[in-house]
């Protein structure tokens, strides 16, 4: 299991009272929404080894923010795994290798955020709030009504969103992460 993104001590830092027992549980439940809206299930620290292509000498190595670059291996044409070869990482998720020495390499690198930002932990705390007010599976969660020739629909929002972020937290990720170009948020719509 991957690590929360806020505790409950943020979220008392942030005016967000949990309920005492369900608090890390709720916490839990919006960090896994929150991972899953930004698209990568790693968004702290972590070093990974990743088998990526080479196009035009270029590398593009997922997970941003990426921290440090340690290894970076050829692989040979029959999927083995090669010898370090020369690379050159300007800071950012690129990387360049020999230009049409190789089709791809396996690239050890740290990626991720060592300190979280404290946009992102708010947001985790707002979500896990939001949980703690919704109802037990939908109960009392009034969808529609109708009086005479009148319908109306409530709580569509909180319906949709039980599963998701709502619109308002999809936009705060994306301020919280950083750069468009550098991350990609998607809502939880299937198409």
Known sequence: MLPLLATPADAAAYGYELPAGRAEGLLARASARVRRAAGRGAITAQTSEVRLP??????????????????????GED????EQIAWVWGGDERLAVPYNLVA???????HGFEVLPDGLVELV???????????AQGEGMLRTASVDDAAFTYASEQIAAAGDLMPGELQALKSALGTPGTWVVKSGERR
Do not use: I, K, M
Request: glycine residues 12%; charged residues 10%; contains cysteine.
């Open 54 to 75: 080479v196009t035009r000498g270029t590398v593009t190595l997922p997970g941003a923010p990426v921290l440090s670059v340690s290894g970076v291996r050829a692989v």
């Open 79 to 82: 999927g083995s795994p090669g």
């Open 104 to 110: 791809q390499v396996d690239v050890t690198y740290r």
């Open 125 to 135: 705390c707002q979500v896990a709030f939001r949980l703690s007010q919704q109802p």
